[in-house]
């Protein structure tokens, strides 16, 4: 069946630090990805996508990477601030949207 | 403007109670799903639609019906919830065809009582 996991289940940083989030899937035949920041009590807000024919993506303090060999996801954030304070899931969209088990992600000051 | 509206944002009801959970949603999105939070886990995917293409998940109890009467509006009806069914809910939406993001309402928390 399908599955996306997570490596980590929490993740402390300092402020300023880069974070690096990890997210393996088990479905090869996943075509699509996203990241979801959730912050508590509110639903999931979209962070970046990236798809199978890609193995890089950036936006704005993030950086999504794939390798579709080992079927991992990494999210990296930049300059880590407490506004990133949240559970960061990774997620794929082959047919359905499917969650991964989710990591806090918590700032240190 | 909030695309995808969940209501009530909260909701208490009582054990073996009927209760329904609205999503209404202005994207025109073909798809919709249904998810149940539990604090400190995953969404897990309940069902979800496409079009009026109704989806289950395998280990979706009995107990969680859905109604989609038109594109805008889903609903969810738990017909009688346990106390293990104290959860967020969220409702979300997106285009058929994959490879687009989904949008997620703020979610409806249900408290059993």
């Known amino acids: 069946g399908e599955s996306v996991g997570l490596h980590l289940p929490t993740l402390s940083v300092q402020e300023g630090d880069n974070s690096i989030i990890n997210c393996a899937y088990s479905n090869s035949a996943s075509d699509y990805f996203i990241w979801y920041k959730q912050e508590s009590g509110k639903g999931p807000q979209f962070i970046i996508d990236?798809?199978?024919?890609?193995d890089k993506r950036q936006g704005q303090r993030v950086t999504v990477l794939l390798n579709k060999t080992v079927k991992h996801l990494s999210l990296q954030i930049a300059a880590t601030q407490p506004g990133d304070s949240a559970v960061y899931f990774c997620a794929e969209i082959p047919q359905k949207l499917v969650f991964g088990q989710g990591t806090r992600l918590t700032i240190n000051p | 403007d909030a695309m995808v509206i969940q209501n009530p944002r909260y909701q208490v009801t009582q054990f073996g109670k009927p209760v329904t959970l609205s999503c209404s949603q202005t994207?025109?999105?073909?798809?919709m799903y249904w998810y149940q939070q539990k604090s400190s886990q995953a969404p897990k995917l309940l069902f979800h639609?496409?079009?009026?293409?109704?989806?289950n998940e395998a280990d979706t109890p009995d107990n969680f019906q859905s109604r989609r009467p038109n594109t805008s509006f889903c609903f969810l009806d738990i017909r009688s919830p346990g106390l293990g069914d104290a959860a967020m809910y969220l409702c979300?939406?997106?285009?058929?065809?994959?490879?687009?993001?989904?949008?997620f309402g703020q979610g409806t928390r249900l408290t059993v009582v």
């Open positions: 990236i798809r199978s024919n890609m």
């Open positions: 639609y496409y079009d009026k293409d109704f989806n």
């Open positions: 979300a939406t997106s285009t058929q065809g994959g490879s687009t993001e989904a949008f």
């Open positions: 994207l025109n999105h073909n798809v």
